[in-house]
């Protein structure tokens, strides 16, 4: 079908699709529009939130006729998500740092639906005052901050997390640091506002309060 940002039309045409879905702020707006042209019934996504996750999840249910299912899932993963955010409300919120991408060094602001997760995980995000929903920050910038746990979650499939650990265990006055709290959380889970964002969220939630979960 071509790639996230290079829609293949000719491709999408030859399949006759009956449904076509697109996310919001990722495919070509004038791709998606040229679809809807040639007579294509097009669904755009827009997941930054978990209540827009699940209300994707029901209009899907609509159009697809499977309402129903839709609504299990839908309140299945409410009830999921309430179970995390009843666990950690009255519980020490420590500072979390959350790294997507090493070189250069880049983490989620308050913009971003990681933003929302490490929230309701229990969390305060490192990068919550920063006005780009994904800020570059310098070493000396996290340093200062001094967060308590630091999240690691590069899609650079390539790097070893031993290794990133490694460098940042070098700033011994980083709490995370001295406590020991740098951990992997699988980009799969944290990366994409779908459905896995649950099992994101409840993963994270157990890095910053094992003893809750």
Same mark, same amino acid.
């Given at each position: 079908?071509?790639?996230?940002?290079?829609?293949?039309?000719?491709?999408?045409?030859?399949?006759?699709?009956? +449904?076509?879905?697109?996310?919001?702020?990722?495919?070509?707006?004038?791709?998606?529009?040229?679809?809807?042209?040639?007579?294509?019934?097009?669904?755009?996504?827009?997941?930054?939130?978990?209540?827009?996750?699940?209300?994707?999840?029901?209009?899907? @249910?609509?159009?697809?006729?499977?309402?129903?299912?839709?609504?299990?899932?839908?309140?299945? +993963?409410?009830?999921?998500?309430?179970?995390?955010?009843?666990?950690?409300?009255?519980? *020490?919120?420590?500072?979390?740092?959350?790294?997507?991408?090493?070189?250069?060094?880049?983490?989620? @602001?308050?913009?971003?639906?990681?933003?929302?997760?490490?929230?309701?995980?229990?969390? *305060?995000?490192?990068?919550?005052?920063?006005?780009? *929903?994904?800020?570059?920050?310098?070493?000396?910038?996290?340093?200062?901050?001094?967060?308590?746990?630091?999240?690691?979650?590069?899609?650079?499939?390539? @790097?070893?997390?031993?290794?990133?650990?490694?460098?940042?265990?070098?700033?011994?006055?980083?709490?995370?640091?001295?406590?020991?709290?740098?951990?992997?959380?699988?980009?799969?889970?944290?990366?994409?506002?779908?459905?896995?964002?649950?099992?994101?969220?409840?993963?994270?939630?157990?890095?910053?309060?094992?003893?809750?979960?």
């Amino acid at each position: 079908m071509g790639s996230y940002v290079n829609l293949n039309i000719e491709k999408i045409v030859s399949l006759k699709p009956d +449904l076509i879905i697109g996310t919001y702020g990722g495919n070509p707006k004038t791709k998606v529009l040229r679809l809807e042209q040639l007579g294509f019934p097009v669904y755009i996504t827009r997941t930054e939130t978990a209540a827009e996750m699940l209300t994707m999840i029901e209009d899907i @249910g609509t159009i697809t006729h499977t309402s129903e299912k839709a609504g299990v899932l839908a309140n299945m +993963l409410r009830q999921r998500i309430n179970a995390v955010t009843s666990k950690v409300r009255n519980a *020490r919120h420590p500072v979390v740092f959350l790294e997507i991408n090493a070189k250069p060094l880049i983490t989620t @602001g308050a913009g971003s639906f990681q933003h929302e997760v490490i929230t309701l995980a229990g969390g *305060r995000n490192l990068a919550a005052d920063s006005p780009a *929903r994904y800020p570059q920050y310098s070493l000396e910038d996290v340093v200062k901050k001094g967060p308590d746990i630091i999240l690691i979650s590069t899609m650079d499939r390539a @790097g070893l997390f031993e290794q990133q650990r490694a460098q940042w265990m070098r700033w011994e006055n980083i709490p995370a640091v001295q406590n020991k709290r740098i951990y992997f959380i699988d980009s799969d889970l944290v990366d994409r506002a779908s459905p896995r964002i649950v099992d994101g969220l409840e993963e994270m939630a157990r890095l910053i309060h094992p003893t809750l979960f």
